[in-house]
């Protein structure tokens, strides 16, 4: 069982900055998708960004494209989503997620990844 490991959330004022980090404990797998899904109170779960593990291909929801970037540490087994530019539309705990043997089409989809951290607490006040 893959475990994930969140940290770096926390309060910050709009045009802020925050760097989220997830740590997984193992990466044994093929074909890894590394990201992080978002959910604001009252809203549905929203895919935020991924990357192939394989490669470092990302992938951007349209709202976050140009402020947001991830990345990924192959020595630790982490990924990091750098936050640039934060507005209140951004508060919303943020999940990392791990899924395996995802195809393009699929990797937006929350459905799709197989392993969840617990969250942590993005707050952006307005």
């Given at each position: 069982q893959v475990q994930l490991a969140e940290s770096g959330g926390g309060l910050v004022q709009a045009g802020g900055s925050l760097r989220l980090s997830c740590a997984a404990s193992e990466l044994s797998f093929s074909s890894v998708a590394m990201g992080w899904f978002r959910q604001a109170p009252g809203r549905e779960r929203e895919f935020v960004a991924t990357l192939r593990w394989r490669g470092g291909h990302t992938y951007y929801s349209d709202s976050v494209q140009g402020r947001f970037t991830i990345s990924r540490?192959?020595?630790k087994n982490a990924v990091y989503l750098q936050m640039n530019g934060l507005k209140p539309e951004d508060t919303a705990v943020y999940y990392c997620v791990l899924g395996t043997g995802l195809i393009t089409s699929t990797l937006r989809n929350g459905a799709a990844y197989k392993?969840?951290?617990?969250?942590?607490?993005?707050?952006?006040p307005s």
């Open positions: 540490d192959t020595a392993y969840w951290g617990q969250g942590t607490q993005v707050t952006v």
